[in-house]
């Protein structure tokens, strides 16, 4: 899922300004064609300037990258490391559970897809930091502006309407992934309190809206950090488990169903479907401007950016194909299903006091539910922000003069709703609603608005050869969003007649 809860700092409308050092003169990516500005422009107050507060420790979390727009202490301007870090924390997330049945869906291709998907996003990542150069010192720098810069009032409402589809299917997805962990965790499939009993998927969507309602009713992000949990080491230690577990039991021993041994190296059928969710991961552009303006050395971005989308590869092809190797055929859409069932570290206790033993592939669900929970309360924040920008609108008099009101809380409590009933219908078809906002939102968002948006705004400075390639990453765009779709909707037609 990946970097879904950063892009309110650009869709925010937050001012985000750099300190001018010895670098400042210099060009922020040196070896691209095209204007980019040469100082960051800044609000001084006194001798000192306000400059962004996105450079975080290298243990930031995606909410406290959020957070750091709230009004606070300044903090410091981040080095590389800190920067490929950020980058990395900004996608990795709960899209990580599903790799292995993406590969199932499609076949062993499945890793030769991932690799070239993980370039063209990371070259995609790279235009909408140069056309953000385009955008006018005199505008907020935010995604919808860009929009707006490149493609009037037209450009601005898709970034709108395609970052709220977004954010609005990366909620339901993470509802859905927060009730799945909690009821793998019950041991019974019916709960009773007195004389009234509810199956446990009732009481696990019951129960986590009195825990979601007061998180969502926070006012400011600023409080939301005792609830943050960092996705990226959740991420790594299931990863982890998942190498250990084939590591412990190569030979499939503790899987007693046989489809474990089925490999495909090429499903053309569901590939489209897998694909989708492959993009979820790789999903999060919008943030990355932000990170730009706040490190010590800007020009050194690009590289920043080389690194992490390779570290990022490396880490997806390696829960993709050991979780796809080790399970086969018997992979489920969320990969700790299968951890819970039947796997090599099934069973294995952590912590025994008394009569409460927790396991490894419990500790795990835990930590899963917990990294998919933290997120809801920011994507709910986000959605209802942009909604209100709707309303109000996007200015920095509009910003500055609004404080969270009535209005704001009662938005994000019938966001919550309405993603509450779409992910209750999704429930047992998360793998295409992943797909689906993979194929349709995340591609539309990341790769076809960024590539569209830097043609129009540099086409009369590009070659010949570089317009063909930036159109050819829109026609790409548009095939995969038009080709995930379908395949879809097909799919989940199919389920609804064969339900019924």
């Not at 202490?73 to 490929?84: E, M």
């Not at 396991?359 to 539910?369: M, Y």
């Not at 960024?450 to 159109?471: I, M, R």
């Amino acid at each position: 899922m990946s970097g879904f809860t950063h892009f309110h700092t650009v869709f925010s409308g937050a001012d985000m300004t750099t300190i001018p050092g010895e670098n400042a003169t210099k060009p922020l990516l040196q070896d691209h064609e095209g204007t980019s500005n040469d100082v960051e422009h800044g609000d001084w107050i006194g001798d000192k300037e306000k400059f962004s507060r996105t450079s975080c420790s290298p243990s930031t979390t995606k909410l406290e990258l959020l957070e750091s727009f709230d009004d606070g202490p300044v903090g410091v301007l981040q080095s590389d490391a800190q920067t490929v870090l950020n980058i990395v924390n900004l996608y990795v997330g709960v899209g990580l559970l599903s790799l292995g049945y993406a590969f199932r869906l499609g076949g062993w291709i499945s890793l030769v897809v991932l690799t070239a998907v993980s370039y063209i996003f990371a070259h995609s990542a790279k235009l909408i930091c140069w056309s953000f150069d385009k955008v006018p010192r005199s505008m907020v720098q935010s995604y919808p502006n860009l929009g707006t810069t490149a493609m009037g009032k037209l450009g601005h409402w898709m970034v709108m309407v395609m970052a709220l589809a977004e954010f609005f299917g990366a909620s339901c997805m993470c509802l859905i992934i927060v009730w799945q962990s909690i009821e793998m965790l019950l041991r019974s499939e019916i709960l009773c309190l007195g004389s009234m009993c509810l199956s446990s998927r009732h009481a696990v969507i019951i129960g986590s809206t009195v825990i979601m309602l007061p998180a969502i009713w926070i006012r400011t992000f600023s409080r939301l950090t005792s609830i943050s949990f960092s996705g990226v080491m959740s991420s790594l230690l299931l990863t982890a488990v998942v190498v250990i577990s084939c590591a412990a039991d190569p030979n499939r021993e503790a899987i007693h169903d046989t489809s474990s041994l089925f490999h495909e190296s090429v499903n053309w059928e569901h590939l489209p479907i897998g694909a989708g969710i492959l993009v979820v991961s790789l999903s999060g552009h919008a943030g990355l401007p932000s990170m730009r303006r706040s490190m010590k050395n800007p020009q050194n971005f690009e590289h920043c950016l080389n690194v992490a989308f390779t570290l990022m590869f490396l880490l997806y092809a390696t829960m993709g194909s050991i979780s796809y190797f080790y399970f086969g055929g018997a992979l489920k859409v969320l990969v700790t299903a299968n951890l819970n069932e039947a796997s090599g570290v099934t069973g294995f206790v952590l912590l025994s006091l008394g009569k409460l033993r927790i396991t490894i592939n419990e500790a795990v669900t835990v930590l899963v539910a917990m990294s998919a929970y933290s997120t809801i309360p920011a994507l709910i924040y986000v959605i209802a922000e942009l909604i209100m920008d709707m309303i109000y609108g996007t200015t920095s008099s509009h910003q500055q003069n609004r404080s969270p009101g009535a209005a704001d809380l009662i938005a994000r409590t019938i966001v919550m709703g309405l993603a509450y009933m779409v992910a209750i219908l999704a429930y047992n078809v998360l793998g295409s609603v992943e797909s689906t906002v993979g194929g349709v939102c995340s591609v539309s968002v990341s790769l076809l608005l960024p590539s569209l948006f830097y043609y129009k705004l540099y086409k009369e400075e590009l070659s010949a050869s570089k317009k063909a390639a930036v159109l050819g990453m829109c026609l790409f765009g548009v095939v995969c969003l038009v080709g995930i779709a379908t395949i879809n909707v097909l799919e989940l037609a199919n389920i609804i007649l064969v339900c019924e």
